[in-house]
């Protein structure tokens, strides 16, 4: 007999953590392996919101806090969302967790019941189904084609929903692919969910401030008649460069947010009364940084594509946000290179090539892989060169 609850065999730990791990390993050993698979952002906090840290401990801002949010936070958030996305809220329609991931747990935790359905569509972020399955939820997987940039279609959404469909999760720019739902995409898979009055719909937003080409971010909330049945979920890990300080927040209708509230009373309280401080200062100040941020990802996003098209064998479409790729490797599997999955695919690259990326079938898409390029150019030419190698040798 194992000590182990049933509901926690049913999940696995995070695949991405894992490669990321591994390649921890191979470096502590004295190899030269170059990361591809982390999920932040590699620039520093700006100093501004690591001042504001500074000030609050000197203030004394070192004591519990209301569970789900400083008022001061609450009101930036709510800002935010009226400022950059045309969206009221009250402040009881919002709640802030430790990360966004927090946010996600928690709401799932309130609103699952066993044999609830949650549509998410393949590729997806890892934590998804696992989250889902920990809260007594059925994952209903959705795989989406490369055709259609990896999104949902309504045809597809229609087809998924059924009688025990509780959410939608909707992610966009999307982790692992980058891709990008537009206003039009948007509206479409509306007019489904609009007919269907008992499918609520998660957002996840967090990587809505890293976008390129002048793509518009639109999210699912701005739709009228779905903003009561929307939770949109967004935090300051992956646009501020704060993924250590563990602040996401929630919006959404009441007594979802009172119910969340209620699972983190009962398991973590608030988020860091630190952080919290920060991430006012992050909401509320200067934004000038994310513009040439994002001048700088575009620039390594072209490099990255560019260079994997111009592999024998590999092929990658130009995603509009995030900081990821997701390259299609199906031609480098099978008899030919004795590569049979996606997965054999990344270990030998990391074993052979020491270059660390994350198999596509981790994200619920078999025969492809993710790249993360949140590195130095450096490292990506370099990485891009041993890529190269590798496939070369294989064909
Ligand atoms: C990083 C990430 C999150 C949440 O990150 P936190 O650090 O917990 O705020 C949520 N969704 C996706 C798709 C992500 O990549």
């Not at 969302?81 to 709401?107: H, P």
Request: charged content about 25%.
């Amino acid at each position: 007999m194992s000590i182990v609850s049933n509901s926690l065999k049913r999940i696995k730990p995070s695949p991405t953590i894992a490669v990321t791990s591994k390649a921890r390993e191979m470096r502590a050993a004295g190899k030269d392996v170059i990361g591809l698979g982390a999920g932040e952002p590699d620039f520093d906090t700006p100093d501004n919101i690591k001042e504001a840290a500074i000030q609050a401990i000197k203030r004394g801002d070192t004591k519990y806090t209301a569970v789900d949010g400083t008022p001061a936070l609450k009101k930036a958030i709510q800002e935010k969302f009226s400022r950059e996305n045309n969206l009221t809220y009250k402040l009881d329609q919002i709640s802030v967790g430790t990360g966004g991931k927090q946010v996600l747990y928690n709401a799932f935790m309130a609103t699952l019941d066993p044999g609830d359905e949650v549509i998410i569509p393949a590729p997806y972020w890892v934590s998804y189904p696992d989250m889902v399955l920990l809260a007594g939820g059925k994952p209903k997987i959705v795989k989406c084609s490369e055709k259609n940039e990896f999104k949902i279609t309504p045809a597809e959404l229609k087809k998924a929903i059924s009688k025990k469909t509780k959410w939608l999760i909707i992610n966009s720019p999307s982790n692992p692919t980058g891709s990008c739902y537009t206003k039009e995409e948007i509206q479409d898979l509306s007019k489904i969910l609009i007919k269907n009055k008992k499918v609520f719909i998660l957002s996840d937003d967090i990587y809505e401030h890293i976008t390129y080409d002048g793509f518009e971010f639109f999210t699912i909330a701005q739709i009228k008649a779905l903003k009561d049945r929307t939770l949109t979920m967004n935090g300051v890990s992956k646009s501020y460069s704060m993924t250590g300080w563990r602040i996401g927040y929630g919006a959404g209708p009441k007594d979802i947010i009172k119910a969340m509230a209620k699972i983190q009373s009962q398991s973590t309280t608030n988020p860091s009364s630190i952080s919290q401080a920060a991430a006012v200062e992050a909401l509320n100040g200067t934004q000038d940084f994310i513009k040439t941020r994002s001048e700088s990802f575009k620039e390594r996003r072209d490099f990255v594509v560019e260079s994997l098209n111009n592999i024998e064998g590999l092929s990658c479409l130009k995603p509009n946000g995030a900081f990821y790729v997701f390259p299609n490797c199906k031609k480098l599997l099978g008899k030919k290179t004795n590569l049979k999955t996606d997965k054999d695919f990344v270990e030998k690259l990391l074993e052979k090539s020491e270059v660390a990326v994350v198999q596509g079938s981790a994200f619920g898409l078999d025969g492809y892989f993710r790249i993360s390029y949140a590195t130095s150019m450096d490292n990506l030419r370099k990485a891009l060169e041993r890529i190269k190698s590798f496939c070369e040798i294989l064909t």
